[in-house]
């Protein structure tokens, strides 16, 4: 074996005992003999809507829903993607009805029911805004797996940095996947018909 060979040979060696090592390793701890289920999205909840309204998981049932996590100080990823889904119930006509849509504040120390309402009156009227205690926010935030972290600003004011996904969930409430707004409002709409 020459001087050129010899690295690659310890090179090769060193990597095919990686892989054997790694692959004993997974069968050890059960990773051949089991599918593992990804970590559940969604679960119980109680919260109050803009009116004043108790809303829980059970309100889910029984048609798809889109949610979205936000805060109503939001200078422009919340507004954009509520307007992207008040589009796309306005695309629905009156299956629109057929849909629960939520707006979940992550900002419960400023997001009252009177601000939410406030706020949504600029969108689609089927949009719910939900919101609660800080107790109950962060049980949500937990069980639908969103990042929510409060970002002090200089002049002692703060912001929101949150996940910006839309979950998509089935009629049975558990989750489908991240809804797609990225796209003409019809398209989004026919997607979201086949869950009614």
Not at 58 to 69: D, E, H, T
Not at 82 to 102: I, Q, T
Request: aromatic share 10%; hydrophobic share 40%; charged share 20%.
């Amino acid at each position: 074996m020459d001087k050129t060979t010899r690295p690659l040979a310890v090179i090769a060696a060193f990597g095919a005992s990686l892989v054997v090592g790694l692959l004993v390793t997974f069968w050890l701890i059960g990773g051949f003999g089991t599918v593992t289920r990804p970590a559940a999205i969604g679960g119980p909840f109680q919260l109050t809507d803009q009116n004043g309204q108790t809303v829980t998981e059970k309100n889910m049932l029984g048609k798809p829903s889109i949610i979205f996590f936000g805060f109503t100080h939001c200078p422009d990823i919340c507004p954009t993607s509520l307007f992207e889904m008040s589009e796309v119930l306005r695309a629905m006509g009156p299956d629109a009805g057929k849909v629960n849509a939520y707006f979940v504040s992550v900002d419960p120390e400023r997001d009252t029911t009177a601000a939410m309402k406030d706020y949504l009156s600029s969108f689609d009227p089927n949009l719910k805004g939900l919101t609660g205690t800080p107790d109950q926010i962060a049980a949500m935030i937990s069980a639908y797996r969103v990042y929510a972290k409060k970002v002090p600003l200089k002049d002692g004011d703060y912001t929101m940095d949150h996940t910006a996904l839309i979950y998509l969930m089935d009629r049975d409430g558990r989750f489908v996947r991240p809804f797609d707004l990225k796209r003409k409002p019809e398209e989004s709409a026919a997607d979201l018909r086949r869950y009614l």
